[in-house]
């Protein structure tokens, strides 16, 4: 198997002393910063990319892969200690776990956590060390206009077919989309929305966005809605390991969740959430005593956890065969990387293939790392979620402006970044998704560059998009996603007038 | 009649702004392409896509479910309001890295509802040198420097 042999390669190059404690270091700083409440595994990721900017290659992505690993571990652990979760896809493990700990159970959820997220993200990072070979050898064939067609889908599946309404989720996308063309364009040298500030020419920043969006969006939410009222994380007592029947309970659970979050996450469809409302509805109707389910049942936090950590692992897929970033944190990823000059996609597999297997190889060390040293430090984690709130986010905006300040030290770059706070904190105000806004950005100029090469090819002829069977099927599936939920709607409306 | 939901209808408004600047910049773009499409063609697209979202708020300011402001603490909000601008100036003005998060740190808290300024400040002074020791030492990042990183 090429697979294996490349992977072992992978090994060879991140086991050294140096690359362990780069993982070991990402894995604690990415858990750290995770686990502070309101800081989601992309708002992590965007933070700590500074922290990795005058490393190596090499360290900086086996940094990153622990960072991201150790963010994602965060968020559960304040999804259940605080009730707070820090992404949508973390909610539903506060459903039980959270209830597990108010019950004196907080030990066990958080190993059935750490446990299950472990197994999940192995599994699922062996998958995508065996499925992306196999999808890069269909992705070298893709021509220009199949890229457009599969773009199309992201956009689609990302802002309009899961969120609760699609007309704010497009909107979002949209602003992305907008805030994409702004700079000069790669083919022509055309200056695009840059009113004659220099500052505006190489484009916008994606951590610039996710940073406003999201930390200083937060901020100002959270200040402005008084949601700051004193929350004692829930303390843990006892034992932290899971007994015998915990294990019984936990195994199968685990296992569906990886095989519910995988397949979801590696198809351009749109996030972690879904996996994770799917593995709990499957855990609750398989469960022995369905009756637990809302009062900590382990299931409830077995099958979501693991579904929430193969779907991660799982958009790794797209993002490195295809280039192709299908939730926040992956477009956040794919920043980084072409902050390394790295181009994800079918070539990054010939061209740099020793830093793609030590990627993965990093994954599954920032995996094993987690296992060993998060749940040790559990206490240390609780600590931090202590920290008073005012100075908690005082802090993450001294962290933002340092992020911010480190790529950019100019007042428009600041200024941007406060611009789009105050986008963030209008856009959590009225309910608009935050996420389709950033995947936007970052993905509106691949898919104009895609659609012009496409164009140039068929010299400037429309129908090219359609001449080949592969691209037409791939604008038609876009094209049913996005009318389909305002159909169901319009249906679902009807259905209601009648009554 | 029905009540015209007035979020609903300054976002259309706002989205058909938006789409309006953004085919009046792509329309005095100069620089033409030689084949097939040249740097307008997305700026038209995504003007169209923007417009036909500023119709349907404008539909929904009508027919949609209403949207409406929560109640917003403006005093807080202007606090940090506050910290942000003091960042900038920091910035702007060479004050420094370390000057500029003790005001951010500060005034930031102050929304939160601390009270005790004198004692934020000093905190907020602490982390900018500990960050600025660290990133700058360790990882050599450039953060602003001012008067006080000159005195390390």
Same mark, same amino acid.
């Given at each position: ?121 192995? #599994? ?68 695009? #929305? ?185 206490? #240390? ?119 | ?152």
């Amino acid at each position: 198997m090429d697979a294996l042999a490349n992977l072992a390669d992978g090994f060879a190059a991140a086991l050294t002393l140096t690359n362990l404690a780069f993982a070991a270091i990402g894995v604690l700083i990415g858990t750290a910063v995770g686990v502070l409440p309101g800081i989601g595994p992309a708002l992590t990721v965007a933070l700590l990319l500074p922290v990795t900017f005058k490393l190596d290659p090499g360290g900086s992505l086996i940094m990153f892969a622990g960072i991201y690993y150790g963010g994602m571990y965060g968020g559960s652990t304040t999804a259940i200690l605080l009730n707070a979760p820090g992404e949508a896809a973390s909610v539903v493990t506060a459903l039980e776990g959270n209830r597990m700990a108010r019950a004196g159970r907080g030990g066990p959820a958080l190993a059935t956590a750490a446990i299950g997220s472990f197994v999940a993200a192995l #599994l699922a990072t062996a998958g995508l060390a065996f499925l992306s070979p196999i999808l890069v050898d269909v992705a070298v064939r893709f021509g220009p206009w199949d890229y457009f067609g599969l773009m199309l889908i992201a956009f689609v599946t990302v802002s309009a077919t899961f969120g609760d309404s699609p007309l704010r989720g497009l909107t979002s996308l949209a602003i992305g989309l907008w805030l994409g063309l702004v700079g000069i364009d790669q083919l022509t040298g055309q200056a695009r #929305l840059t009113f004659g500030v220099p500052n505006l020419l190489d484009g916008i920043e994606v951590t610039t966005l996710a940073v406003g969006l999201f930390a200083i969006g937060e901020t100002l939410h959270v200040a402005a809605r008084h949601l700051f009222k004193p929350e004692k994380p829930i303390p843990v007592k006892g034992s932290l390991w899971m007994t015998r029947s915990d294990w019984r309970r936990s195994l199968l659970p685990w296992l569906r969740g990886t095989a519910i979050g995988f397949p979801i996450g590696a198809l351009p469809a749109g996030g972690a959430e879904v996996p994770t409302f799917l593995s709990y509805n499957v855990e609750r109707k398989l469960a022995r005593h369905p009756e637990e389910f809302g009062h900590g049942a382990i299931e409830g936090v077995a099958g979501p956890e693991a579904a929430n950590n193969a779907a991660a692992a799982g958009t790794l897929v797209p993002l490195l065969t295809l280039g192709l970033p299908t939730s926040a944190t992956a477009a956040v990823m794919l920043a980084g990387f072409q902050q390394y000059n790295i181009q994800p996609g079918p070539l990054l597999f010939v061209q740099h293939a020793d830093l793609v297997w030590t990627l993965v190889a990093s994954l599954f060390i920032a995996n094993v790392m987690l296992l060993v040293l998060n749940l040790p430090l559990v206490g #240390l984690w609780v600590r931090l979620l202590a920290i008073p709130l005012p100075w908690l986010y005082a802090g993450i905006l001294v962290f933002a402006a340092m992020g911010t300040v480190a790529a950019n030290p100019s007042p428009v770059e600041l200024g941007l970044l406060v611009a789009f706070g105050a986008l963030g904190f209008l856009m959590r105000q009225f309910n608009y998704p935050i996420a389709p806004a950033i995947v936007g950005l970052i993905l509106g100029p691949m898919a104009d560059s895609q659609l012009r090469r496409a164009l140039q090819m068929g010299q400037g002829d429309w129908t090219i998009l359609f001449q080949h069977w592969s691209s037409a099927l791939m604008i038609g599936i876009a094209l049913v996603a996005l009318v389909a939920p305002f159909v169901f709607r319009g249906l679902a409306r009807m259905g209601k007038d009648e009554d | 009649m029905q009540r015209i939901n007035r979020p609903y209808l300054v976002i259309g408004l706002a989205l058909l702004g938006l789409a309006a600047v953004t085919a009046w910049d792509a329309a005095s773009m100069t620089i033409r392409a030689n084949y097939g499409v040249g740097a307008d063609a997305a700026s038209y697209l995504v003007a169209t896509v923007l417009a036909a979202l500023g119709v349907g708020h404008l539909v929904g300011a009508v027919w949609g479910t209403p949207m409406a402001l929560e109640h917003v603490d403006y005093r807080a909000v202007g606090w940090v309001a506050l910290a942000l601008a003091s960042l900038i100036a920091a910035v702007a003005l060479g004050a420094g890295f370390i000057l500029a998060s003790t005001l951010l740190f500060a005034f930031t808290a102050r929304a939160f509802g601390r009270r005790a300024l004198p004692a934020d400040l000093l905190i907020g002074f602490v982390l900018g040198l500990l960050v600025y020791l660290l990133f700058n030492g360790l990882l050599t990042l450039a953060l602003p420097a001012g008067p006080i990183e000159r005195l390390l």
